[in-house]
Each structure stands twice: as structure tokens, then as C-alpha cells.
């Protein structure tokens, strides 16, 4: 069998036996497949800050001044000064700096993307020195390079030639730093040319090796980093710089799997290349595979996206994190890993990889190594030997460092396993920042960009991820080009193909109560006996509450008073008790007057799921208090209780008031001619008006009642017939197609509701949103709504969106919408049924332990009304009858 399609069939497999065992959402059994705790919307965001530019798109080049506190931004023909500490201010500042149109004009002649790739992208944006920064961009295929006076802020010179430090497209996989005043760069730089690691300025510049044994192999870098291994190194050792990229594997290894394998490659700061051989190419030149797998599996990722240098107290504490991918393009999924420079150190001292004849695959060299040892830098025991340049290395070593290039030894991640594995997420970037708890111990906080624009923030304890919570970073999808940690200003910036965003570190106001403080296990956040603030902005600490480790402890002597409401239902009727719970790795819990529901089986008259608990068919001891818990963290929280009255018999008939006094239905209506304003009594009910006799049974009635729904049933029918008929005719006269979201336009006025993900769909199809969308294996839907405003409103809605419609090449207008049916309004404005349902039409299907089961707007009024109480019962019926019917969770029009 193939490799690839071996390394597919083992990720099917690894996806299959995991939901077999664990149910949905898939868990592996490291449980590294971590849901976020909360989940906020672009609309909730606390102290975003945002930047947008007209005149540019593709931000995707950040550079930090910490000193001048100046936030410099490369974006597609333009270059912008910041202020760091708020990036929407007016003292904004811009470098035009666009491809010129004839440059354009060569860039399409080359058959190039006059949309995306024929304008000067910029893709390298470094401080040179102390007054001068310097920046490349692609010039539309043909890349240029220009000095940035940094207190004019203007371009100081005249661009030049940027071909050998510069990729030509926007795409191609690049990196490149300054170090000491020298230029390091990673590219594909030309059309037809080899993937090359480069120093370019000042001289001697130096590149990889292409022939005999070429070095790169189709590589896509995305990182690099120096380690400056010679402070306080006794053996006299040189900085390096670090690569990291994904290249076509050339391994014989019968666990690899993939086409393609990520790697890290060194080359030392001093190498001044070889007298002889390997002139104006590494002497130091090494790389090893970065290993980032589920090793129970035997499965690995084998496409590096991002990687993250966090410097330690010494180089040795120096740590990589990386976050990996597929290369199947059609399977979303992301793992990240942690890298130690100890383990890189220890690949690049064992064997090596060797190539004896040239196209065949690498195996691990077993013959002689020279002295001094190949691919090391200038130490201080090659000193004493006479070797104090790269140049005076012998040959016979040189010639060894261009047959082998490759290490054997791969490099584990820590504890042998990622640190979190996503499987419906693709993570762009990475960025960590370190804090101490209130504990004492340093903690890494992560902050991953996913390619849809969200950002997941999560800290690391004991070797594991909790994502703390997930942000929303821009309205419509996109992916993050760049992420960026200010240390000094607390704040995290994000770029993408439309603008900026700057959110702070945390948000600690963000949680409501002690144990929604100690839950999130932010190492920014504590409880300080009324809020959740923030520990940094506290010089005594000591009354502060914070449990990083296990997220349970230090709440016990809080009281958090539940909110208290009342239901009155009558026997027989559904209700549905909400409970929205604002954790997704909460699960809800109810009691009944202090003891616990036990089962909620089809035959115990209770549905439960995170939106509510529904009573169906309602009985008298089923009165009550029921009382929702969040559990999370083995503890029990209260939401929200309900003071539930079931009745015999309907309550009393409302009275009415008019402008100038009180009738009962017994007293005489009000003249026909008084004014609109006077309010009359409510007409009996309707069942009142139906033929009742004593001695009719319950079937009799039933039959009674779907007599009627059957005539008005087909009244209906017959009224769609004449509408359809109608609207053909209306359509042959206009010769145009009639717009759903017109009609709806024109209907409604437009309104802001709560902001779920969508699903597009073509032509004039229909949408549902509804609120529960995560379950677990057991059934229980523990994913809360995704909410614009945080809040959600009483009994939700079920929305229908129509499509667009196709415009018709008719330039005449579309018919009008025919106008929707009035309905009776009362002197209340809605009509209330005496089980608390107002007659707002449902609007949100709820999927309740896999039944489905439409919500009414509850109200919580005791009072009710005669003249609805027959509708809400010939709606329960009706609803009687289907809340067994299995639905499906993605009904298609039809079924809508």
C-alpha cells in the first residue's frame, strides 16, 4: 500500500476507534483533544482595539519597538508606525510604497495573479540599527529592498535589488532576522532555483549546498531564532541561528508514513565557509526531523505551520513551540508540541544520515567520523588545534559535512507526546508569554490562531493544554497572517488579510463569580472576595484566590445568591425550564426540591440538554423547586431555580381594563362606537364554543379536534394552491425571480440577534440555528451557544434565513412582498397561555437528548389568558405526538 494513503488509513482508524471508545467529542486516550472553556464573540471582546487601513490589505509583518513603544506593521503596498499601546489611535503613520503600474503590467505579463501576487507584498521588516530600520517587499515579482529612517519614519534611500533576500511571491514559505548588523534569510528566492539558507550582507555570504547532495529538499520554512549558545560557555562555543521548516522526506524508514517531514536545521553565527571546498557554503550546516506524534498510534504530523522561540533564564533553557499539521488538505487537524534545545543539541551530536548513491533513500551512516567532528562550530579546543576559522578546517571534514547534511537521531518532544491535539482545527501561529501564579510557579500561557480568525488562549500545566477560553477576532472568517505578545503593554496582537486587532492578555472581569474565576485557571486572574481582577495590578496579593493546577479550590465559604423564578403549567402541558450554562465544559445537573432527577428516559415525563430541562405532560407531583447546577470540576454550582405550580384547572379569567373601568366577562360590552383607545374584556375561550357534551370520551374529543385541524389544514392548502397560482403569474408578467431575502427585507425590519456560525448555502435555501451544538458521549449537549451579546433571550428563537435569490437579467424591479396577515393583537400587546407560553411564533429547535422539541417564548406571569388557553392545548397535543420523532441535526428544506 502507498505511504500516504497507509498514513490516511491509520488517521481514519485512530478517529474511529477513539469515538468508539469515548463517544463525541472525540478524546484520545491522553486526553488531548481539549474543548475551550468558554467560547466569546467578536461583539463581546473586552478592550479590543482595532486597525484598518483603506489603502492596504494583508497584514502579515509585525516588528515590536518595546524602547519607542512603536508597533511597526508591513502590509500589501504600505508599511505603518503604531502606537503599541493602542493600536487605533490617530497618531497612526504611513509609508506608501506600492509597485509601480509598469512593474504591474510585467508582473501579468508573466501570467501572475493581477489580484493578489502584482502588488509589492512586504515580507521582511527588521531593525537594522539604532536609527535605521530596513524592509523588503516583492515589488510584484521582482523584489526590492529600502532603509527606513525610523524618527522621519520615511524610506531613507533609494530601493535596492532584493532578489537574494526576498522571496518573489507573497506565499512562498520565507523567514529572516538581523543578527550583529548580518542578514539571514530562508527561501525559494527565484522561479526555477533550490530552497536556500542564506547569510547575505555583510561579506563573505555564504548559502546551502545544491550538488552533489542537495541540502533542502523542496522546503517550506516558516521560523527561525538565534541562541546565543556562547554566553558563559566554557568550551568557547558560537551563537547559532535555528531554522525550522517542512521538506520532502528523504528517509527509508518503514514508521514514516508521509511525503513530507518537519525539521530544524542549525548553522553557526562565526562560519565564514571553506577555503577550498565548500566555498561561500556552510561548514555548519546540520538538520535533524522534528518528531510531533501520537505515538500509540503510530501516527505523526508532518507539516510544520508555526513556531515559537521562548528564551529561557541560560540558552539550555531555551524551548520551541511548534504547532503541526496534515498535508491533506481536506482533514483538518492540529497538534502542539514543545522542543527542548537540550534534545536539539543531543540529535546534532549523535550519527549521521548518509546517501550512497544518489537518488536512493538516506540511511544511518555506520563508518568512521573525522576529527574534528563535522557541521560543529569554532570552539575552544579547535583553537588550540589551530582551527580559528571555518576556512582552515580540513578537507576531508568538509568534504564529510557535504555527504551528510542529515542527522539520525529524530527530536522528541517533551514527555514523548504533544502538548494538544485539535482534530476540527487548523492552527496558523503561535505565540507564549510566561507568568507567575500566585503559587509561585512560572506558568507558559499560549495564544494559537486558528485559520477561520480565532484565537485560542490556553496555559500549560503538567505537561497538558486547557484552553482557557476561545475569542472571535474578526466578524467573517480569515485567516491570522501574524501574532505578536508585548510583554510591556500586556497585549496580543493579531493580523490578518483585513486589518489589526490588540486584545489584552486576559479579561479577567470577564467572570461573574468566585467559582467562574477559579474554573478558568487564568494565571492572570484572581478572586479577590468580589470580583476576579487582575494579580499584576495588586502589590498584596496574599486575600487574592487562584487554583492553576486544579481548578477547584478556594471557594468553599462563598455564597452566590441563584436567581429565583415561577412557572404555573396545567396538568398535561410541556414546559421547558432553562438553564444556559456559560462554561462548554460544564454539564447541567437538576434537583427537585433538594433530591436529585434521577434518568430522563423516554418514560419519565423529563428531557434534559444544556439549554433546559422539559417536563412533558405535566403531572401535580411534579410540583416543586427545581434548581439547575453547573457541574464542573467535580463541584456543584447553582444557576438558576424554578418554583414550578402544576393546576387542575386553568386559572381564573383575566380581567380587562378600559380608560375608565374594570369588566368581568359577565358584564355588558362597551358600545361599538367608543373610541379605539378603551380596552374590552377577552372573549371566552374557544374551546368553550366547541360542541361538548358529558357524555363524549377523550377519543371523541381527539377526534373532534383533528377534524378541525384536518378542515383547517386544507383551507390551507387550498390558500397555497391560489398563492402559488398567484405568484406564477405575477412571475411570467415580470419575466424575474422573486428574492426570499427581499420578502423578508421587506417584511421585517432588520435586526441584531445573537450571532451563531453559519452555513452558506446557494439559491433561495433555508438556515437553522440552533443553541446546543456540542455533545458528549452520554448524550448531554455541554457546548453552550455562541452569543453576540453573552446573553441569551428568554426562550430563544428558531431562525429561517432565506437565500438571495438570482438576480434576473430584467432590469425591471421584482414584484412587490405580499403583505404578511395581521394578527389580534390584545391590550397587552401578545397573548399569554396559561402554562407561561406567550404566542410569539417558536423560533428555536432544540435538540433535547436527540429529540427534537420546538420552544415557545415562556413568560413568567401566572395570569393567563381564556382566549389562548384552547390553542396552547391543541398545540401540546400536536407536540404530544411528535416529541418521539427522531430529527435529524441538519433537517434538509424539505423536512423544514
Known sequence: MHPARLSALRLLLLICSACAAGGYPFRTPLDLDVTPRITVLSSGLQGCRRFQSSSAVSYSTMLLEADSERLYVGARGAIFSLSASDISASSAVTIEWEASSEQKQQCLAKGKDNKTECFNHIRFLQRFNSTHLYTCGTNAFRPLCAYINK??????????????????????????????????????????????IRRNAPSPTLKTEDAPTRWLNEADFVGSALVRESGGSSTGDDDKIYFFFTERSQEQTMTYGHSRVTRVAR?????????????KRWTSFLKARLMCSLPEYDFHFNILRSVFVMPGHTPQDTLFYGIFGLEWKNVKASAVCRFSLSEVQEAFQGPYMENQDLGSKWTEYTGKVPEPRPGTCITDALRVRGINVSTSIPDDVLHFVRRHPLMSREVQPSDRRPLLFRRTTDYTHVAAHVTQGLDGQMYHVLYMATDDGWLHKAVE???????????????????????????????????????????????????????????????????????????????????????????????????????????????????????????????????????????????????????????????????????CYAVENNIRVGVIAYNVTVHQDLPAPRLVETSDKVYSPSDTLPATNEPPTSKRPLPPPLASLLPHSELLSPKDMEAIYLSLITILGGLCVVLTVVLLYVGFCLRVGHRGKYSLRAAAAAAYPSSKGNKHRKQKRNSSTMELKTISSHCNGNGICNGISKQRNGNIQDGGFLQIVPGEGQTSSNKEPPPPAPPLPSTPQLASGECDFPNGLSATLPSVLRRMNGNSYVLLRQSDSVNASPLCSSFAEELNKILEKRKHTQLLPRPDESSV
Request: glycine share 10%; proline share 4%; net charge negative.
Open 151 to 196: 524618527e522621519k519614519f520615511a524610506l531613507s534611500s533609494e530601493p535596492e535589488e532584493g532578489r537574494d533576500k526576498c522571496p518573489y511571491g507573497p506565499t512562498t514559505g520565507y523567514t529572516g532576522l538581523f543578527v550583529d548588523q548580518q542578514m539571514y534569510t530562508a527561501s525559494q528566492y527565484e522561479f526555477r532555483c533550490f530552497p536556500d
Open 461 to 627: 500545566v503538567d505537561g497538558q493544554l486547557h484552553i482557557i477560553e476561545e475569542l472571535e477576532l474578526f466578524e467573517k472568517p480569515q485567516p491570522v497572517n501574524s501574532l505578536l505578545i508585548s510583554d510591556k503593554q500586556m497585549s496580543v496582537y493579531a493580523g490578518s488579510s483585513s486589518g489589526l486587532v490588540q486584545l489584552p492578555l486576559s479579561s479577567c472581569h470577564r467572570y461573574t463569580s468566585c467559582y467562574d474565576c477559579i474554573f478558568a485557571r487564568d494565571p492572570y486572574c484572581g478572586w479577590n472576595g468580589t470580583d476576579c481582577v487582575e494579580i499584576t495590578a495588586h502589590i498584596n496579593r496574599s486575600s487574592l484566590i487562584q487554583d492553576i493546577q486544579h481548578g477547584s479550590r478556594g471557594c468553599e465559604n462563598t455564597q452566590d445568591d441563584i436567581p429565583d423564578r415561577s412557572r404555573s403549567v396545567r396538568v398535561g402541558d410541556d414546559v421547558l425550564l432553562q438553564c444556559e450554562l456559560s462554561s462548554n465544559l460544564a454539564t447541567p445537573l437538576w434537583t427537585l426540591d433538594g433530591g436529585e432527577l434521577q434518568g430522563y428516559g423516554l418514560h419519565s415525563g423529563f428531557r434534559t440538554g444544556t439549554d433546559g430541562l422539559l417536563i412533558i405532560e405535566a403531572r401535580e407531583d411534579q410540583s416543586g423547586r427545581y434548581t
Open 267 to 279: 548553522v553557526c553565527k562565526g562560519d565564514r565557509g571553506g577555503r577550498l571546498t565548500l566555498q
